[in-house]
T-cell receptor, first 112, second 114 residues
Framework: DGGITQSPKYLFRKEGQNVTLSCEQNLNHDAMYWYRQDPGQGLRLIYY???????QKGDIAEGYSVSREKKESFPLTVTSAQKNPTAFYLC???????????FGNGTRLTVT | AQSVTQLGSHVSVSEGALVLLRCNYS??????LFWYVQYPNQGLQLLLKYTSAATLVKGINGFEAEFKKSETSFHLTKPSAHMSDAAEYFCAVSDYGGSYIPTFGRGTSLIVHP
């Protein structure tokens, strides 16, 4: 079955370390997205990519970086510049336009 | 610019009672509207989508939503709540003004009592 795979499910890091979250999709979708979820704040867009080798900042891109070298993959790096990185991170994809998003099961990152 | 407001961060109902989750949107152009459900420690799943074909949209698990342009609302309802409906529900809006990137509401946690 097609879907989105995020790994790992749980991730623990020390403050000051960069960490990369993986997101892979086999839905043949052009567009991919990264959202951050905090309790009571809904989903906030970090970065999105509508085509390979191109991506745009979302509402809260500071302290994050991404790459889109392959259609299937859209990894997110949480850098040491991100002031409050502990959160639940969700990757999503769609076929573009107004088609619904398909989500992975998320990565819960804890930084101490 | 588009935005979504979900009234009530928590809604509590008894099993078998009507479920009503409220969503109001703002959009400068005709919007596309979505409801998603999230179970604990999982991603979001699509419940239903409004695309202007019909104002009453039926989704999965017995949920439906009605688009009311005059009220800029897209409330989610279910006639009879089940324990398995307990989850977080998100309303989202997408329009061309935002390059079709969906904007999400803050979510409403549905609590179902036996």
């Amino acid at each position: 079955d097609g879907g989105i795979t995020q790994s790992p499910k749980y991730l623990f890091r020390k403050e000051g370390q960069n960490v990369t979250l993986s997101c892979e999709q086999n839905l043949n979708h052009d567009a991919m997205y990264w959202y951050r979820q905090d309790p009571g704040q809904g989903l906030r867009l970090i970065y999105y990519s509508q085509i390979v080798n191109d991506f745009q900042k979302g509402d809260i891109a500071e302290g994050y970086s991404v790459s889109r070298e392959k259609k299937e993959s859209f990894p997110l790096t949480v850098t040491s510049a991100q002031k409050n990185p502990t959160a639940f991170y969700l990757c999503a994809s769609n076929g573009g336009g107004t088609s619904p998003l398909h989500f992975g099961n998320g990565t819960r990152l804890t930084v101490t | 610019a588009q935005s979504v407001t979900q009234l009530g961060s928590h809604v509590s109902v008894s099993e078998g009672a009507l479920v009503l989750l409220r969503c109001n949107y703002s959009s400068s152009v005709p919007p596309y509207l979505f409801w998603y459900v999230q179970y604990p420690n999982q991603g979001l799943q699509l419940l239903l989508k409004y695309t202007s074909a019909a104002t009453l949209v039926k989704g999965i698990n017995g949920f439906e939503a009605e688009f009311k342009k005059s009220e800029t609302s897209f409330h989610l309802t279910k006639p009879s709540a089940h324990m398995s409906d307990a989850a977080e529900y998100f309303c989202a809006v997408s329009d061309y003004g935002g390059s079709y990137i969906p904007t999400f509401g803050r979510g409403t946690s549905l609590i179902v009592h036996p």
